[in-house]
């Protein structure tokens, strides 16, 4: 049973993302939208990582925490996943429609040095957060202290993790990422 819900949450949160990739796709072949001039500034400003980008990733990763350990705001970090890779696939394909071949090795770039490893990031600790609510949950109904202070304990130090790899990470685009996509 408890191997269930464990899987059960981890397809759920993968379905959904995929789900979101594939619909934002769909949505921005379907419309073929008209946006080469924000295409052009969007790739214009790929190298200029400022410091707000980090502080939105660290602020994101800290609103998935509180909200994921409150049970009535478990459904908006979830809500957000679904919003991210829907953007993500809405703008994969709008560099399709507009730069056909160039723009899908382009964006596959973009998303593989920039992207790729917060989305990761977000997806798993979306998990990890949604396991331990329940286990919290589990704890308040068994009345089971011992095993509650450990759950808590073990949440904050995941946030450590997490908000370190996720600080490497901005890091790293920021001296390579960025100027490994102003060469392309």
């Keep these: 049973m408890k191997a269930l819900k464990k899987n059960a ?16 796709l769909i949505y921005s072949v379907a419309l073929k939208p008209d946006l080469s001039q924000y295409l052009k500034s969007f790739i214009k400003s790929i190298g200029n990582i400022r410091i707000n980008t980090i502080l939105s990733n660290i602020g994101i990763i800290c ?3 509180i909200l994921s ?6 459904p908006i970090p979830i809500l957000y996943l679904f919003i991210e890779t829907f953007s993500i696939g809405y703008t994969f394909g709008i560099f399709i429609v507009t730069y056909k071949l ?12 920039v992207k ?12 990890v957060c949604t396991r331990s609510t329940l286990k919290i949950i589990t704890s308040f109904k068994e009345k089971n202290k011992d095993q ?3 759950t808590i304990k073990y949440s904050f130090i995941r946030l ?6 996720s600080l490497i990470n901005s890091i790293l685009i920021y001296f390579i990422a960025n100027k490994i996509l102003a060469i392309i």
């Design 116 to 127: 790729s490893v917060f989305l990761v990031l977000v997806i798993l600790f979306i998990i």
């Design 69 to 74: 350990h409150s049970v009535i705001g478990l």
């Design 102 to 113: 160039k723009g899908l090795l382009f964006y596959l770039i973009y998303f593989l040095l």
């Design 63 to 65: 609103l998935i925490f």
């Design 9 to 24: 949450v981890t397809k759920f949160v993968i379905t959904l993302s995929i789900i979101g990739l594939i619909s934002g």
């Design 148 to 150: 509650l202070y450990k």
């Design 160 to 165: 450590a993790i997490v908000l370190s790899i």
